[in-house]
T-cell receptor, first 109, second 112 residues
Framework: QKEVEQNSGPLSVPEGAIASLNCTYS??????FFWYRQYSGKSPELIMS????GDKEDGRFTAQLNKASQYVSLLIRDSQPSDSATYLC?????????FGTGTRLKVLA | ETGVTQTPRHLVMGMTNKKSLKCEQH?????MYWYKQSAKKPLELMFV???????ENNSVPSRFSPECPNSSHLFLHLHTLQPEDSALYLC???????????FGPGTRLTVT
């Protein structure tokens, strides 16, 4: 079992729709959770961080954390073609940062 | 300069060469990191420095040698690399270990 798992996709959504990206993790001791966006050939760019159970909203993005079920999700409202990228889920626990392989999102105009 | 910068952006080196990658953060952070990103594989954490002390070394071969002379600068010294070491090397920084990281643009390394 991978420590951080994501569906590799691609996840295709029409422009203006909600994109839902999911991530599960295996270590219950995980403390911090992050979503990054990575365009092809570029470095990861932070979208959201979340540290406690519940929802956290920032503009069109909402991160959701459920520690009991060990999953974290990212919702992108009003998806735009510029949101087309690979979305990386990352988890931190005591000096260890574990990244998932990423979900490729395609927003169709 | 703002954010996290890395030099060089591209590097081609032979297996017998010695080279160094440089990272500088302009964010006032106290933790810095080196990652390796290979095609079709997740980001791999290589080294973690907090307050200029190395706190994690994830079983990285000794041909990679990090150096953190102060909280703003991080180096990765390379020697006797193998072709499988070709990858994108990313530097990141954060204000504290548990908090979000900010990445530099990366160095694309090719070992011939």
């Amino acid at each position: 079992q991978k420590e951080v798992e994501q569906n590799s996709g691609p996840l295709s959504v029409p422009e203006g729709a909600i994109a839902s990206l999911n991530c599960t993790y295996s270590d219950r001791g995980s403390q911090s959770f992050f979503w990054y966006r990575q365009y092809s050939g570029k470095s990861p760019e932070l979208i959201m961080s979340i540290y406690s159970n519940g929802d956290k909203e920032d503009g069109r993005f909402t991160a959701q954390l459920n520690k009991a079920s060990q999953y974290v999700s990212l919702l992108i409202r009003d998806s735009q073609p510029s949101d087309s990228a690979t979305y990386l889920c990352a988890v931190y626990r005591t000096y260890k940062y574990i990244f998932g392989t990423g979900t490729r999102l395609k927003v169709l105009a | 300069e703002t954010g996290v910068t890395q030099t060089p952006r591209h590097l081609v080196m032979g297996m017998t060469n010695k080279k160094s990658l440089k990272c500088e953060q302009h964010l006032g952070h106290n933790a810095m990191y080196w990652y390796k990103q290979s095609a079709k594989k997740p980001l791999e954490l290589m080294f973690v420095y907090s307050l200029e002390e190395r706190v994690e070394n994830n079983s990285v071969p000794s041909r990679f040698s990090p150096e953190c002379p102060n909280s703003s600068h991080l180096f990765l010294h390379l020697h006797t690399l193998q072709p499988e070491d070709s990858a994108l090397y990313l530097c990141a920084s954060s204000q504290g270990l548990v908090y979000e990281q900010y990445f530099g643009p990366g160095t694309r390394l090719t070992v011939t």
